[in-house]
């Protein structure tokens, strides 16, 4: 993620999202037995810690891509993510250590003290210029914020928001989609800046705001007060923006760490965390 706004004031996440994930996954959501591992031998690979895999995110590790607070109770999307991958490499939850690294840091140049990182970092070419990422593990999607109680809030598929007044930013991946997925009756009101659109929503000036999926969590938290995620929707054609788990350049884990990813897409198990975590239960159902 570019994270615009984000990082301000996401404060909120921990209290905003933490009614909507479920009390208890921590089942559903540990590794893979190591022994049923595909991927490569962990006796092989070079790791920051001998016999130890070093993952990297922030702190605060906020809603719903980590809960509680707490990145090692494998419990919130990227959580998850991050011990299924460790599985598919061979590591059993007690060979897994966290380690706190800022935003920013995780993809600056340089020597990192993580075997790989995960905090919603978008894979950019800027960036695959200092670091190396894995083979993106969520595709980013659209989502459409909108004030609770008004009419746009009770949508619940992509056909309610035909006569819904729609915002989006102008020059972003939300305006293609509205265009090409949505499709209005009348066309979307563009704003030049995000700050301009939320305000809109705020004034009354629009119905609906149509963000991605990373962005709206942020709006309903700290930016506008009483809304809500209407739902999430695929904006297929054009490069897709995806999440990459960071290394640093040249690791000699990363056809390793591809291997896993690549093996937990197939078998669909990225999709049943990605549903688990990020649609219903944080208040994201998708609009079909």
Same mark, same amino acid.
Request: glycine share 8%.
């Given at each position: 993620?570019?994270?615009?706004?984000?990082?301000?004031?996401?404060?909120?996440?921990?209290?905003?999202?933490?009614?909507?994930?479920?009390?208890?996954?921590?089942? +559903?959501?540990?590794?893979?037995?190591?022994?049923? *591992?595909?991927?490569?031998?962990?006796?092989?690979?070079?790791? !920051?810690?001998?016999?130890?895999?070093?993952?990297?995110? @922030? #702190?605060?590790?906020?809603?719903?891509? /980590?809960? %509680?607070?707490?990145?090692?109770?494998? &419990?919130?999307? =990227? *959580?998850?993510?991050?011990?299924? !991958?460790? $599985?598919?490499?061979?590591?059993?939850?007690? =060979?897994?250590?966290? *380690?706190?690294? #800022?935003?920013?840091?995780?993809?600056?140049? %340089? =020597?990192?003290?993580?075997? /790989? @990182?995960?905090? &919603?970092? *978008?894979?950019?070419?800027?960036?695959? %210029?200092?670091?190396?990422? +894995?083979? $993106?593990?969520?595709? !980013?999607?659209?989502?459409?914020?909108? !004030? #609770? $109680? +008004?009419?746009? +809030?009770?949508?619940?598929?992509?056909?309610?928001?035909?006569?819904?007044?729609?915002?989006?930013q102008v020059g972003t991946t939300a305006f293609s989609a509205v265009q090409r997925v949505v499709r209005p009756s009348s066309l979307p009101k563009v704003y030049n800046e995000q700050i301009d659109a939320v305000n809109a929503l705020k004034n009354g000036q629009i119905d609906a705001l149509v963000v991605d999926l990373p962005t709206a969590f942020y709006v309903t938290a700290a930016q506008v007060e009483n809304s809500a995620i209407v739902g999430q929707f695929n904006a297929p054609g054009g490069k897709p923006e995806e999440f990459g788990l960071v290394m640093e350049k040249g690791s000699a884990l990363k056809s390793c760490v591809d291997k896993a990813v690549d093996t937990l897409k197939s078998k669909g198990e990225l999709a049943k965390i990605e549903q688990q975590w990020l649609g219903e239960a944080a208040g994201a159902p998708e609009l079909k």
């Open positions: 993620m570019v994270r615009p706004l984000m990082l301000l004031a996401l404060g909120a996440l921990a209290t905003a999202t933490v009614a909507c994930a479920p009390a208890d996954n921590t089942a +559903s959501t540990a590794a893979p037995n190591a022994a049923a *591992s595909t991927a490569c031998t962990k006796d092989q690979l070079e790791l !920051v810690t001998p016999g130890k895999l070093t993952i990297g995110t @922030d #702190k605060p590790a906020y809603e719903p891509w /980590f809960k %509680g607070d707490d990145p090692s109770n494998g &419990q919130g999307f =990227e *959580s998850a993510v991050a011990y299924a !991958v460790a $599985g598919e490499m061979g590591f059993d939850r007690d =060979e897994v250590q966290w *380690s706190t690294v #800022k935003f920013d840091t995780a993809f600056a140049p %340089g =020597e990192k003290k993580f075997d /790989f @990182d995960v905090n &919603q970092v *978008s894979i950019t070419p800027q960036r695959a %210029g200092a670091v190396d990422f +894995s083979k $993106g593990y969520y595709t !980013v999607k659209q989502a459409v914020v909108a !004030v #609770k $109680g +008004s009419e746009a +809030s009770g949508a619940t598929t992509l056909d309610d928001l035909q006569n819904v007044k729609l915002g989006v």
